[in-house]
């Protein structure tokens, strides 16, 4: 199961919206309503922050979004701030079944 | 509120086996599941398979197939993650995330800290 492809990094300023992509195939992001996105600071544990594709757990902000075309879904963080500085991941479940994660992206606040 | 504490940091010579804890608290045990998943350095995440905490059913990515054994003992509340042949690649940080179903299926709801394993003659 070869990893889904994100983008290797994004960077916005302060205040600004940032959009980062995940690309699969028919077999896991296109095959169901099961992505999610994780965020990792550096030297943490990820953390979820959207599930089923659009959703967002209790307590995470509403300027997380998340959404899904076809084979490719995004996650569109809006308003930027600092502490959104860290990695993006997109997961997925499968056909297989099993579950892919995405090559992961840095985002970065300048 | 749900705490994952994994065990600690492991060095492991080339072809040993490495077994990983997992304890969680906060939530019933057995309505959860329970992923394993590593990171090796500078790497992306890697789902390497799953246990149902009530009936103990398993499900190993195929690239671990052959190497990775999970288990559970309900009566601790506690996961298990065996992993034999270890080489170099190995070298990662193995995290476990437990889904609670609070968000429907398929999600990592929590994690762990991660236990790091080092393969090193």
């Known amino acids: 199961q070869s990893a889904l492809t994100q983008p290797a990094s994004v960077s916005g300023s302060p205040g600004q919206s940032i959009t980062i992509s995940c690309s699969g195939t028919?077999?896991?992001?296109?095959?169901?309503?099961?992505v999610s996105w994780y965020q990792q600071h550096l030297g943490k544990a990820p953390k979820l922050i959207i599930y089923?594709?659009?959703d967002r757990p209790s307590g995470i902000s509403s300027r997380f979004s998340g959404s899904k075309s076809g084979n490719t879904a995004s996650l569109t963080i809006s308003g930027l701030q600092p502490e959104d500085e860290a990695d993006y991941y997109c997961?997925?479940?499968?056909?297989?079944?099993?579950?892919?994660f995405g090559s992961g992206t840095k985002v970065t606040v300048l | 509120q749900v705490q994952v504490v994994q065990s600690g940091a492991e060095v492991k010579k080339p072809g040993a086996a490495v077994k990983v804890s997992c304890k969680t608290s906060?939530?019933?045990?057995?309505?959860?599941?329970f992923h394993w998943v590593r990171q090796a350095p500078g790497q992306s995440l890697e789902y390497m398979g799953w246990?149902?905490?009530?009936?103990?059913?398993?499900n190993y990515s195929p690239r671990f197939q052959d190497r990775v054994t999970i288990t559970r003992d309900t009566s601790a509340s506690t996961v298990y993650m065996d992993l034999s042949s270890l080489g170099s690649e190995d070298t990662a940080v193995y995290y476990c995330?437990?889904?609670?179903?609070?968000?429907?299926?398929?999600?990592?709801?929590?994690w762990g800290q991660g236990t790091l394993v080092t393969v090193s003659s």
């Open positions: 028919s077999a896991d992001v296109g095959a169901y309503r099961r």
């Open positions: 906060g939530y019933a045990f057995t309505n959860c599941a």
């Open positions: 089923n594709v659009s």
């Open positions: 997961s997925s479940y499968t056909t297989r079944p099993t579950y892919v």
């Open positions: 246990i149902i905490g009530g009936n103990g059913n398993t």
């Open positions: 995330a437990v889904e609670t179903y609070i968000n429907g299926c398929c999600n990592f709801d929590y």
